[in-house]
């Protein structure tokens, strides 16, 4: 079964493209018609992208791997932190640092900046420092959690990319590409899906829009951390089998050998010449 229908995409405007003038010829083949000089989306395939896009995610998020979101656009920005953060997911709305995946121990050095500022201060020596001092650290804090503060677990690269708009989002798009992380994108008709691993033809820049897809692909990456707990809860349970089966296993072995052993009162006889 699909995970969204025509009439759902339809209600949320995923049909609407581009004016037919800012078209992007690589996307003919997800254009259905042309309508008031405005590009419809051909949403039954989009239907098909949608699922084959989640099954993939699905597999990622049951393998224990991150997803990294970027939805720096205005209209997507709040609808992706709101989305996301309930998956657990890392995410980038503000602006893309450059070099975030090409330069990464450098992004996770700015991170571990982060984290040592908090222990400052928590720690007594905050208190003997100035007024200025503390406003200046306050603020280093701020701006780097405005930055960063989505991708602090972010401990690796990500297993894949999710992109709202990949012509807003080009510079994280080339250097995910440059480092062979598979980027999965909603990719409208002003857009190049070539060099997009898995392209979700849609409507980009409407609020509804972004809101009904961000949706269906965290719904498949809950499904798959949900199968992927009760797969590790399942392995748990057998190891506590196994091991519970040794103990009765050396239990039963230890009663033999005391049936087997003689009486600590027996003395062993020996003939008298």
Not at 102 to 125: C, E, G, L, Y
């Amino acid at each position: 079964m699909s995970r969204t229908n025509f009439q759902e995409l339809l209600d949320a405007g995923v049909h609407f493209g581009h004016l037919k003038r800012k078209w992007n010829p690589n996307m003919a083949p997800y254009i259905f018609m042309e309508r008031n000089g405005i590009h419809i989306i051909d949403l039954q395939k989009t239907v098909i992208k949608i699922d084959e896009a989640a099954a993939a995610l699905k597999q990622i998020a049951k393998s224990g791997r991150k997803i990294l979101f970027v939805a720096t656009k205005k209209q997507a920005k709040q609808i992706v932190a709101d989305i996301v953060s309930d998956v657990n997911m890392p995410y980038v709305t503000e602006r893309w640092p450059g070099g975030m995946l090409t330069n990464f121990p450098t992004i996770r050095k700015a991170v571990k900046k982060m984290t040592s500022i908090d222990k400052m201060m928590k720690d007594k020596a905050w208190d003997n420092l100035s007024k200025r001092e503390k406003l200046q650290i306050t603020r280093q804090r701020a701006k780097l959690d405005k930055v960063l503060g989505s991708i602090a677990d972010l401990t690796r690269l990500p297993a894949a990319l999710f992109v709202v708009d990949v012509l807003k989002e080009k510079i994280a798009v080339r250097e995910a590409q440059r480092l062979g992380i598979p980027v999965f994108a909603m990719v409208d008709t002003n857009s190049e899906p070539q060099g997009i691993d898995f392209v979700i033809p849609a409507n980009d820049d409407a609020s509804q829009s972004i809101q009904l897809i961000v949706n269906t692909m965290t719904a498949a990456i809950k499904e798959g951390l949900s199968e992927r707990k009760v797969e590790r809860e399942k392995e748990a349970a057998e190891k506590e089998a196994k091991k519970s089966a040794k103990k009765e296993d050396a239990k039963k072995s230890a009663a033999k050998k005391e049936e087997s052993a003689p009486a600590a009162d027996e003395t062993p006889k020996t003939e008298e010449n």
